[in-house]
């Protein structure tokens, strides 16, 4: 598959899943706009890979999220990539962390589609990258769960207004993903249980019937796939990577 003469915009494109659809997407042709708050990372990406350019940028800021679709052009896809995540219980989540999950999670991903969609032409695509944890319940992760619950159903609905302008809206679903943010909650699961990293991690995908973290590459085969000519059908999906966990 080739997608020469495509423009690619991804959130969250400094570390984990954002730079490896950076690799993928430059690997097959696109030019490619990576967007995050930390400059560093994403010039160190951008200095790996051809076609790939780098642009600082807070998806929690409107002002911010309009700098960056000025200094990108319109786009024919777009990857709302950018996430993070909390852990702990509820009784001891605050109203500040909340907020913080739901800005990053789920207003991030509105504002980045809200903008793509002034300028994206028929054909274009938009993929957000979500979580499992907005397909069900997830214990001691409620705010981040709410958040991806609110980006799979943003995504769903979106994907019903933009129908007929043939654009497309769906959303990717992993399980727990090889990256630095699984690291640090495994930190979190062995600092708060005592547990080691071994037995933190087997915690994690204990689910999963493959019983391992997913790869960030199979996030980019996923979003090369949706972002391929033979997926114009499908439209308003959050499609699980999990090994299986339902």
């Not at 696109?30 to 642009?55: E, F, K, M, T, Y």
């Not at 993070?84 to 909340?98: F, G, H, K, Q, Y």
């Not at 938009?126 to 995504?155: D, R």
């Not at 959303?171 to 071994?198: H, K, N, V, W, Y």
Request: proline share 3%; net charge neutral.
């Amino acid at each position: 598959m080739t997608l020469d003469g495509r423009r690619v915009l991804i959130t969250g494109g400094g570390t984990g899943s954002g730079a490896d659809l950076a690799r993928g997407f430059s690997d097959a042709g696109a030019d490619v706009i990576i967007a995050g708050r930390r400059a560093a990372a994403l010039d160190l990406v951008a200095a790996r890979h051809p076609r790939v350019r780098a642009v600082a940028a807070d998806v929690t800021s409107e002002a911010s999220v309009s700098a960056l679709f000025a200094a990108a052009g319109p786009c024919d896809i777009v990857i709302a990539n950018a996430g993070s995540a909390v852990s702990a219980p509820a009784s001891r989540t605050s109203l500040d962390d909340l907020r913080a999950m739901l800005d990053v999670n789920l207003v991030g991903v509105f504002l980045t589609f809200r903008e793509a969609l002034k300028t994206m032409g028929p054909g274009g695509r938009l993929i957000a990258v979500a979580s499992i944890a907005g397909l069900k319940g997830v214990a001691y992760a409620s705010a981040y769960a709410a958040a991806k619950h609110g980006a799979v159903g943003l995504v769903r609905s979106l994907a019903l207004e933009v129908a007929t302008k043939r654009i497309t809206v769906n959303a990717i679903c992993p399980g727990f993903l090889d990256t630095e943010m699984t690291e640090r909650t495994l930190a979190t699961i062995m600092q708060t249980t005592g547990r080691s990293r071994e037995q933190a991690l087997e915690a994690l995908t204990a689910t999963s019937p493959q019983g391992r973290l997913i790869r960030v590459d199979e996030v980019t085969a996923a979003a090369l796939w949706l972002a391929s000519p033979g997926a114009e059908g499908v439209n308003g999906q959050a499609i699980p990577i999990t090994g299986g966990e339902a």
